[in-house]
C-alpha cells in the first residue's frame, strides 16, 4: 500500500537561482519601502480607513515604490488567503485600448465582494479582509484617452464594491475626472543614501562584494532606478561569473556608450565633416547600441559644462534631440533618425559659427 505523499510547499522568496532580484527582494510591508515617508504615513492613513479607503493616484518616477507599496498594502489588507481573490494587477501598457478596461477590468470591477474582518489565515494572523477588491492599473498614463474615460464610468458604478490604484509616471496624461476622483499620493526620487542601503542589502544577502566606486557608478547607470539597479546589479553578478564587482562599471550590461566611443561620436558631430559622422554613426549603430541611449547621453553632453557651444546653439540641439526621441519612440529607423539629428546639429553650428 502506497503511503500518501505530503506536498512541499516552496516558498518563493527562497529559489534564488530562478527567481528575478526584483522580485525576490521587493518590500512585503509599507515599513520597508525606502525614502518615501510621506506616501507610507498616508497610506497608513488610508488602512485605518478600512471601508472608506478611497480611489488612489500613485504618481512619481519610475523604480521608486509605487507598485511595491500598493501590493504591500493589499497584502495587509486582504492576506495570503484572499490575496489573489481581491486584487487584480494590470499593465496599461501592454494593450492601451478601451477593450483592457471593458473585457478585464469590467469583469472583475462588477463583482461583489463580503467583509471578512478578524479571520485568522493560513500565516496564523488575521486581516480586515474588507468588503471591496482593489484593481491596480500600473503605467495607466499609456491609456488612450477612450479608455481613461470608459474607466472613469467605471470608477463611478463599481465604487461601492471596488476601489481602484492608478499608477502613472507623469500625472500630467491622467484625464481630470480620474485624478479628481483620486487620492494623490506623490512618489520622489530615492535619495542615494536609501538606495546605496538597499543595494548593499541585495548584495549582502546575494554574497557580491561592492565598492563605493561601483555603486556609484551604478546609480549613475540606473538613474535614481533602484528597480534598474536591482537588474543592473544580477546582470552584471552572471554576466562577470563572479562575486567581486568592486571594479565593475556597469556600461555593458546598462547598454551604455563606453567613454572611449561616445567622445569619438562627439567629436565627429562637431566635426562639421558629415562623412566622419556618417561612418561614426553607422559603426555604433552596428555594434548594437541603442538609438535612445546614444540621444540621452548626447543630451547630457549638451546640456553639461563640457560641451563648449553657446547657449543659443545648445537649446537648437535640445530641441532637435528631443525631436529626434519623438521619432524614435514612433519605431523611426535608428540609424536613419541618427544621421537626421547629426545633420541638424551640424547644420545649428554652421548657422552659429
Not at 271 to 284: C, E, I, K, R
Request: overall charge positive; hydrophobic content about 40%; aromatic content about 6%.
Amino acid at each position: 500500500m502506497e503511503q500518501a505523499r505530503k506536498k512541499t510547499k516552496i516558498d518563493p522568496l527562497a529559489v534564488g537561482s530562478t527567481q528575478p532580484w526584483v522580485e525576490k527582494y521587493r518590500p512585503r510591508k509599507l515599513d520597508d519601502v525606502q525614502s518615501q515617508e510621506h506616501a507610507v504615513n498616508a497610506l497608513r492613513k488610508c488602512l485605518s480607513a478600512g471601508a472608506n479607503m478611497p480611489h488612489m493616484l500613485f504618481h512619481g518616477p519610475a523604480g521608486t515604490g509605487k507598485t511595491s507599496s500598493i501590493l504591500a498594502v493589499c497584502h495587509e489588507l486582504f492576506g495570503p488567503d484572499y490575496f489573489k481573490l481581491r486584487v487584480k494587477e494590470l499593465n496599461a501598457s501592454d494593450d492601451r485600448g478601451i477593450a483592457v478596461v471593458r473585457e478585464k477590468v469590467k469583469k472583475f470591477a462588477q463583482g461583489a465582494a463580503a467583509a471578512l474582518p478578524h479571520k485568522i489565515q493560513s500565516d496564523g494572523k488575521a486581516y480586515p479582509v474588507p468588503g471591496f477588491k482593489i484593481v491596480i492599473l500600473d503605467e495607466a498614463d499609456a491609456l488612450l484617452p477612450d479608455a481613461q474615460a470608459a474607466l472613469r464610468r467605471m470608477m463611478e458604478d463599481f465604487s461601492d464594491v471596488t476601489r481602484f490604484c492608478i499608477l502613472c509616471n507623469y500625472v500630467s496624461r491622467i484625464i481630470d475626472p480620474i485624478a479628481s476622483r483620486c487620492a494623490k499620493f506623490r512618489f520622489k526620487p530615492l535619495t542615494e543614501e536609501a538606495l546605496f542601503g538597499r543595494i548593499r542589502v541585495v548584495a549582502d544577502s546575494e554574497g557580491l562584494k561592492l565598492s563605493e566606486e561601483s555603486l556609484k557608478r551604478l546609480d549613475n547607470a540606473a538613474q535614481g532606478d533602484l528597480r534598474l539597479a536591482i537588474t543592473l546589479l544580477q546582470s552584471a553578478a552572471k554576466y562577470r561569473g563572479s562575486s567581486d564587482l568592486t571594479r565593475e562599471s556597469f556600461t555593458e550590461v546598462a547598454g551604455i556608450v563606453p567613454d572611449d566611443a561616445f567622445s569619438a561620436y562627439v567629436d565627429a558631430l562637431f566635426s562639421g565633416n558629415f562623412g566622419v559622422m556618417y561612418s561614426t554613426t553607422a559603426t555604433l549603430v552596428k555594434q548594437g547600441f541603442a538609438a535612445n541611449q546614444l540621444v540621452h547621453q548626447l543630451l547630457q553632453h549638451v546640456v553639461g559644462s563640457r560641451c563648449t557651444a553657446s547657449a543659443v546653439s545648445k537649446s537648437n540641439i535640445c530641441l532637435k534631440i528631443a525631436q529626434t526621441e519623438r521619432r524614435l519612440l514612433d519605431r523611426g529607423d535608428d540609424l536613419i533618425q541618427l544621421l537626421a539629428l547629426g545633420s541638424a546639429v551640424q547644420e545649428v553650428l554652421i548657422v552659429s559659427a
